[in-house]
């Protein structure tokens, strides 16, 4: 099974700041087509996780510019730029490159 | 508007059987793989299955695999995750998820199933 490893930040982070989640995966995320299947989800509290980007780095609809996804084949960045209060939450990397898909442990945001 | 709602969580003796339903509005259901994913009390996000459009790929995790089975109905617009011989490590909230192609697009509410005697 593919193990997605997600950093921590150093929380709370000043609001107007930016923050970068960090994801490792234990194997390359990169499919023949060239695509890097890689997702990353928003879940604040006491609501379902929110998609936010896909393919590494396509946003998906509705998501806010601030929000930017990069990476390589096996390491993984989310970048908030001017972080708001409603950023707050946890943040979760999906890979969906093969079954079983996995998901990070997670990464907390505050913001002060 | 795209929905998903959950039914039919509660409480269960562990060994014994639950089926969840996920009813699909606002878009054409039988275009789109589903999804179930769990969280347990205060942890993290765990995939459970998936099914392809026309139920052609069924997926399992490990941890359910030979006791949970995801089905739909196209004509329903419903999904379903049906649980047996549950354990105390199944007690969850239970999330289904539409994906197109490779993601997870939209989220149901979730269903809370607790397991415990």
């Known amino acids: 099974d593919i193990v997605m490893t997600q950093g921590v930040l150093p929380n709370p982070v000043p609001s107007g700041e930016s923050a970068s989640i960090t994801c490792r995966s234990s194997?390359?995320?990169?499919?023949?087509?060239?695509?890097?299947?890689l997702n990353w989800f928003l879940q604040r509290p006491g609501q379902s996780p929110q998609l936010l980007t896909y393919w590494m780095s396509t946003r998906a609809s509705g998501v806010s510019d601030r929000f930017s996804g990069s990476g390589s084949g096996t390491y993984f960045t989310l970048k908030i730029s001017r972080v708001r209060a409603e950023d707050a939450g946890v943040y979760y990397c999906q890979q969906v490159r093969e079954y079983p898909l996995t998901f990070g442990s997670g990464t907390k945001l505050e913001i002060k | 508007e795209v929905q998903l709602v959950e039914s039919g969580g509660g409480l269960v003796q562990p060994g014994r059987s639950l089926k969840l339903s996920c009813l699909a509005s606002g878009f054409t259901f039988s275009n789109y793989g589903m999804n179930w994913i769990r969280q347990a009390p205060g942890k993290g996000l765990e995939w459970v299955a998936s099914?392809?459009?026309?139920?052609?790929?069924?997926y399992y995790a490990d941890t359910v695999k030979g006791r949970f089975t995801i089905s739909r109905d196209n004509a329903k617009n419903t999904l379903y995750l049906q649980m047996t011989s549950l354990r105390s490590e199944d007690t969850a909230l239970y999330y289904c998820?539409?994906?197109?192609?490779?993601?997870?697009?939209?989220w149901g509410q979730g269903v809370m199933v607790t397991v415990s005697s």
């Open positions: 194997k390359s995320l990169v499919y023949k087509d060239g695509k890097t299947y």
């Open positions: 099914i392809s459009s026309s139920s052609s790929y069924i």
């Open positions: 998820a539409r994906q197109w192609r490779s993601h997870f697009d939209y």
